[in-house]
Nanobody, 121 residues
Framework: QVQLVESGGGLVQAGGSLRLSCVAS????????MGWDRQAPGKQRELVAS???????TYAEFVKGRFTISRDNAKNTVYLQMDNLKPEDTAVYYC???????????????WGKGTLITVSS
């Protein structure tokens, strides 16, 4: 079993900051890319940011310069520092990870249950 558990969501005013964390646990051999998606009410899920095991990052245009993704490989943890939050950032944020388990050679994508971020104007 593999689990991704997010924390750090909540309510914040526009212009404020939040930091999300996500810990991967279970029968993990290795973790390739980790990242964050989000889904706003009535909209499709979209990529926010991702980071490879060697630290290369990718950001959606709408968060560049405001959000920073990082990870601690020793702790199987990925973070998302969100600054200058806007009401349009309101969404459920999901942690994602490409994980290879001890039980086999293939890696699979896993998702957490999500954490709600609400940005008030």
């Amino acid at each position: 079993q593999v689990q991704l558990v997010e924390s750090g969501g909540g309510l914040v005013q526009a212009g404020g900051s939040l930091r999300l964390s996500c810990v991967a646990s279970g029968s993990i051999f290795s973790i390739n890319a980790m990242g964050w998606d989000r889904q706003a009410p009535g909209k499709q899920r979209e990529l926010v940011a991702s980071i490879t095991s060697d630290g290369s990052t990718t950001y959606a245009e709408f968060v560049k310069g405001r959000f920073t993704i990082s990870r601690d490989n020793a702790k199987n943890t990925v973070y998302l520092q969100m600054d200058n939050l806007k009401p349009e950032d309101t969404a459920v944020y999901y942690c994602t990870a490409d994980i290879r388990k001890w039980s086999g050679p293939m890696s699979l994508d896993y998702w957490g249950k999500g954490t709600l971020i609400t940005v008030s104007s």
